[in-house]
């Protein structure tokens, strides 16, 4: 019996094997893209360039008991960012506002911003700066060395400046998504501090990305810390929010 | 005595006693999240504190000759103080409600005392991000000093040995406009304020019976926060101030500040200080503040004074002065270093702090921790003591040595 394949069929029976070249071209064409141009990618695949979010913020501690901390945060462009401690109590107001290196922290009851210097840490715990007031990673860091491994690019990055919190970073990427899947960050001397791993993926208004970041540090043993996020929004604000005459009412943009 | 043993004991479990849970793997409900960032417009929020304290009082001090002689108070002296702070907002549109209030209640040998205050009371405007306008009782704050603020012209002096704590603010009108910009000034900043001063309001600020006007224009240039002050009105002489901060790098911070007071009810004078902020590699902190305090007394107008209390007059105006400043002379050096974490024991802040008169060498030193051993709930345990000879500011406190453990209950709603 004859065999006859219509048209259709072929083309069903094909796909698969157009999608291969497809998707190597494709594979190929990242690849062929710089390694700047990728880490740029991944950072407007985990957050608009501006935007507001809501996180929660939790230390897990050896004995099991926990702590949470909510945080109001909004960003614009490379080097703006601000963000508020929304609960527990005795963080509630806690604002923090970043200007490219420039770092200044408001104390409710001080009343008044005050400059800080960048690596202080604003929060008790496994938390620092790094966590709270991040900017995006091609802003902090340049790509020193780009690998595939299999279905995963591995990124090495280097600090532009002694201001980051963390020297070095090695940031496990899938291909595919272009979605960070670990990072672990280092210390000046080579010294593992922390390692992120990101975790249940979710759509936030346009973009997916993980809500969960996981991280455990060999600093603090036994100890482990989340950062859960409940919402990003993109949204654009005018520059005077990032200012310290806004600082103390950075809450009121909610 | 023994019931601030007791307590002191009980803050000691606290600070111990972790609570024995096994670690289990965390369920995030996303949900209740979604809930808990939900939007009130209203919040009430404050804390609760209780402050035992074992004060040893130096009987042959001035001080003490001044105001405990003859009320038969012994060499050490327990002192129980409680305090309940409160601040509450409500938000509509573009206005903004808040309140915060402070009450403290404190029982000693000289028995029971207490007050209670509205420290802040005022209706916010806030028609853009670049322009708000308040109105009512609020602190403003300005200067970049941690420990003086000689450039506060619109704010009550700060406490020398807790310098981060709250204050009570004036009753004002005051704006901000705010525009930013690309390029070397990245913000300009203008905050006119209205302070009127009668018999009931505002009346510590000056003569009674005047409306003044305040002012600062506040720039971030050259990545330095730079600011320029003013105030003028009938109430008080004619003042300037000036300050900056800047960040010198990623761990170190310098600051100044400089205030000139025209001459009015007394001779022309000016105040500054200079200081820096530095972090070590293991997150210890160092704070040191420079502060030359152009109305303090010379070494020899401060023999004069101490001569005159020394003879047992009391009621002069020397007395008036002795008890009503924090800073008596002329300069000053303030030290400060806090370890966050040591041992890499979380949420434990041990701390050290000192106030020294580099003009007759009296110092005070503050040595102890704070430490947070369950959410909302803070502990400080600190030492005082005082040092100095007879004839010095700090020799001649009422205090030699003071104990106190403060515990500290942080709450909101929602």
Known sequence: MPCSISKAQMTKRRWPWLLFPVLTLLSASAFSQSPEEILKKIDRNLTPESFESYRKLINIEPNGRSREYILFTVKKGRDKVASVFLSPASDKGRATLRLGDNMWLYVPDVGKPIRITSLQSVVGGVFNNADILRLDYNVEYGVKELQQKGEEYVLDLQARSSSVAYDRLRMTVTEKTLLPTKIECFAVAGMLIKTLYFKEPKVFEGITRPTVIETDSPLYRGYKSLIVYASIKAKDFPDEVFTLTFLPRVETLR | ?414
């Open chain 2, 1 to 414: 005595m023994k019931l601030f043993a007791a307590l002191l004991l009980f803050g000691v479990y606290l600070f111990q006693t972790p609570l024995a849970l096994a670690q289990k793997e965390y369920e995030v409900d996303l949900s209740k999240l979604q809930k808990e960032i939900e939007k009130k417009p209203y919040a009430l929020n404050g804390f609760f504190e209780f402050t035992p304290a074992l004060l040893l009082l130096d009987q042959t001090s001035t001080i003490y000759d001044m105001q405990l002689a003859d009320r038969h108070v012994g060499r050490a002296m327990d002192q129980y103080n409680s305090r309940l702070r409160l601040e509450g907002s409500y938000q509509r549109g573009f206005a903004r409600l808040y309140a915060m209030g402070d009450g403290y209640l404190r029982n000693d040998d000289l028995g029971w005392s207490g007050r209670a205050h509205l420290f802040q009371g005022y209706l916010s405007l806030k028609f853009r991000p670049n322009t708000a306008v308040d109105v009512g009782k609020r602190v403003a704050r300005w200067g970049k000093g941690y420990a003086w603020n000689p450039a506060a012209f619109i704010d009550r002096p700060k406490d020398m040995e807790d310098p981060q704590e709250a204050l009570e603010g004036f009753t004002m009108l005051s704006a901000d406009f705010t525009k930013s910009f690309t390029g070397r000034l990245k913000t300009l900043s203008f905050t006119p304020v209205i302070l009127p001063v009668t018999k009931d309001l505002n009346d510590v600020l000056g003569k009674p019976g005047h409306i003044n006007a305040a002012g600062k224009l506040y720039g971030l240039i050259w990545d330095t926060d730079v600011d320029l002050m003013f105030l003028v009105g009938s109430s008080r002489s004619v003042r300037y101030g000036l300050d900056f901060s800047r960040n010198l790098q990623a761990n170190s911070e310098v600051h100044a500040e400089w205030a000139w007071l025209t001459s009015g009810e007394s001779r022309a004078t000016s105040s500054g200080l200079a200081g820096f902020r530095y972090l070590t590699a293991d997150e210890t902190t160092f704070i040191a503040e420079y502060y030359r305090n152009g109305p303090g007394l010379s070494e020899e107008e401060a023999r004069d004074l101490y001569n005159n209390l020394g003879r047992g007059d009391f009621g002069d105006r020397s007395a008036q002065r002795l008890l009503g400043t924090q800073n008596l002379m002329r300069d000053y050096l303030y030290l400060r270093a806090t370890k966050k974490e040591p041992f890499q024991i979380l949420y434990l802040t041990p701390e050290i702090s000192s106030i020294i008169n580099l003009s007759d060498h009296s110092f005070l030193v503050l040595p102890g921790f704070t430490y947070n051993p369950v959410t909302n709930l803070q502990l400080r345990l600190r030492f005082g003591c005082l040092v100095g000879g007879a004839n010095t500011e700090y020799g001649e406190k009422q205090t030699n040595y003071r104990l106190e453990l403060r515990v500290r209950y942080f709450f909101q709603q929602p």
